[in-house]
């Protein structure tokens, strides 16, 4: 089943070209890897994925009611907001309208627990996201967008904190879960994981001036 389908997209800021000629397909059940040098485009490609910036030319058709979990390279939000690590996480199964109060139930509380305790976090889940390290928040943050339930996860250097040991644990869990959800990510890493099926290299060669791109 097809998810996303790219055809012949450019995106242009001002006169910069970020992505020329794009054609591109995802469907379900793919774990794709994006890599590529800074600047090349990477990140630009996830937001046109998850519609929060449109191309300058060409067509992106999409499966209606698409459920899509995202994870940023950086969140901006108030770090001394008081607020658990379990409840950031947990945040993730609010995605669905309700009516002014929800109580999770034991299953979506054994859910989360479940998660957590797969990256390592279980342990912190009372603490004040105040105090977390930039890698144990990059955990809770990809935590709440497992919890979403998504059709497709889209990760912008969801390691890029991580220590080895980390790196190693958070791949065995995309692995794991790859097989229930299809995953698009953005990474630096040179080991690939054995469930990635497809590969896709964005270059800086693609940034020209806009008038030199364009016919």
Same mark, same amino acid.
């Given at each position: 089943?097809?998810?996303?389908?790219?055809?012949?997209?450019?995106?242009?800021?001002?006169?910069?070209?970020?992505?020329?000629?794009?054609? *591109?397909? $995802?469907?379900?059940?793919?774990?794709?890897? !994006? /890599? +590529?040098?800074? @600047? %090349?485009?990477?990140?630009?490609? #996830?937001?046109?994925?998850?519609?929060?910036?449109?191309?300058?030319?060409?067509?992106?058709?999409?499966?209606?009611?698409?459920?899509?979990?995202?994870?940023?390279?950086?969140?901006?939000?108030?770090?001394?907001?008081?607020?658990?690590?379990?409840?950031?996480?947990?945040?993730?199964?609010?995605?669905?309208?309700?009516?002014?109060?929800?109580?999770?139930?034991?299953?979506?509380?054994?859910?989360?627990?479940?998660?957590?305790?797969? *990256?390592? $976090?279980?342990?912190?889940?009372?603490?004040? !996201? /105040? +105090?977390?390290? @930039? %890698?144990?928040?990059?955990?809770? #943050?990809?935590?709440?967008?497992?919890?979403?339930?998504?059709?497709?996860?889209?990760?912008?250097?969801?390691?890029?904190?991580?220590?080895?040991?980390?790196?190693?644990?958070?791949?065995?869990?995309?692995?794991?879960?790859?097989?229930?959800?299809?995953?698009?990510?953005?990474?630096?890493?040179?080991?690939?994981?054995?469930?990635?099926?497809?590969?896709?290299?964005?270059?800086?060669?693609?940034?020209?001036?806009?008038?030199?791109?364009?016919?």
């Amino acid at each position: 089943m097809e998810l996303i389908h790219f055809k012949n997209i450019n995106m242009f800021y001002q006169n910069i070209c970020a992505l020329r000629d794009v054609n *591109l397909t $995802i469907k379900k059940g793919d774990y794709v890897n !994006i /890599t +590529g040098p800074n @600047g %090349g485009g990477k990140t630009t490609l #996830l937001k046109m994925i998850t519609g929060m910036v449109k191309p300058s030319s060409g067509n992106i058709s999409m499966k209606k009611d698409l459920k899509i979990g995202y994870v940023p390279q950086h969140t901006l939000f108030d770090r001394w907001f008081p607020i658990k690590v379990k409840d950031v996480a947990m945040m993730g199964m609010l995605n669905k309208p309700k009516k002014y109060f929800h109580q999770f139930t034991e299953e979506e509380v054994k859910k989360t627990e479940e998660v957590m305790d797969c *990256l390592n $976090i279980l342990t912190i889940q009372d603490a004040q !996201i /105040t +105090g977390l390290s @930039g %890698g144990q928040l990059q955990k809770v #943050l990809f935590a709440r967008a497992v919890l979403t339930n998504p059709d497709l996860l889209v990760l912008d250097e969801p390691t890029s904190n991580l220590d080895s040991e980390s790196k190693d644990m958070m791949n065995t869990y995309l692995d794991k879960i790859s097989k229930e959800v299809t995953i698009v990510k953005v990474t630096h890493e040179e080991n690939i994981s054995g469930s990635v099926n497809k590969r896709v290299y964005v270059s800086q060669d693609v940034k020209v001036n806009a008038a030199a791109g364009r016919k």
